[in-house]
Antibody
Framework: QVQLVQSGAEVKKPGSSVKVSCKAS????????ISWVRQAPGQGLEWMGV????????NYAQKFQGRVTIIADKSTSTAYMELSSLRSEDTAVYYC??????????????WGQGTLVTVSS | DIQMTQSPSSLSASIGDRVTITCRAS??????LNWYQQKPGKAPKLLIY???YLQSGVPSRFSGSGSGTDFSLTISSLQPEDFATYYC?????????FGQGTDLDTK
């Protein structure tokens, strides 16, 4: 059974970068994709991008292109999401989730516990 | 991007009620539609995938239906632990987009 454990809360200055980790246990890391989804305070869910660890190929939402980098380290079964040029609107809880593919479709299950990133001067 | 619109945005109901939440896509997404439940301070939890498949471990009072642009999530008999926020999400094309959420609270 796959479990995803994320790194702890971060407080960052505007203009800086943050790197959030997501360590997987159970299952075979690399046999599934990892997506990143964020949720601003009191708001809905926003998909940021996905990586297929087996191939190391990321796919980013256009909104975050140029600011987000998602990588996967198969040796430690850990995925990372780095967001740069932070602004106050990036304050959110960031989630990683296993991106399951089957029935020619895909869905997110399970999710990590979330990492709160606060951007404040 | 495909826009997902849920209705209602909020809903008050009582224990034992039958509750239905709808989700409409801005274009046809076949059956590439998933439903999640989120409780305050917690990560979302998968309930239904591919429009109508019940995720393992999810109570059978939850069901999903629909295809094309119109979908629904039904809770047949509301239980105390079902008060939460529900999101639909399309996996037809990237970027994978979510509905704005439906807050289900007690009447």
């Amino acid at each position: 059974q796959v479990q995803l454990v994320q790194s702890g809360a971060e407080v960052k200055k505007p203009g800086s970068s943050v790197k959030v980790s997501c360590k997987a246990s159970g299952g075979t890391f690399g046999s599934y994709s990892i997506s990143w989804v964020r949720q601003a305070p009191g708001q809905g869910l926003e998909w940021m991008g996905v990586i297929i660890p087996m191939y190391g190929t990321p796919n980013y939402a256009q909104k975050f292109q140029g600011r987000v980098t998602i990588i996967a380290d198969k040796s430690t079964s850990t995925a990372y999401m780095e967001l740069s040029s932070l602004r106050s609107e990036d304050t959110a809880v960031y989630y990683c989730a296993r991106d399951v593919s089957d029935l020619s479709s895909n869905w997110f299950d399970p999710w990590g516990q979330g990492t709160l990133v606060t951007v404040s001067s | 991007d495909i826009q997902m619109t849920q209705s209602p945005s909020s809903l008050s109901a009582s224990i034992g009620d039958r509750v239905t939440i709808t989700c409409r896509a801005s274009q046809s997404i076949s059956s590439y539609l998933n439903w999640y439940q989120q409780k305050p301070g917690k990560a979302p939890k998968l309930l239904i995938y591919a429009a109508s498949y019940l995720q393992s471990g999810v109570p059978s009072r939850f069901s999903g239906s629909g295809s094309g642009t119109d979908f629904s999530l039904t809770i047949s008999s509301l239980q105390p632990e079902d008060f939460a926020t529900y999101y639909c999400q399309q996996s037809y094309s990237s970027p994978y987009t979510f509905g704005q959420g439906t807050d289900l609270d007690t009447k």
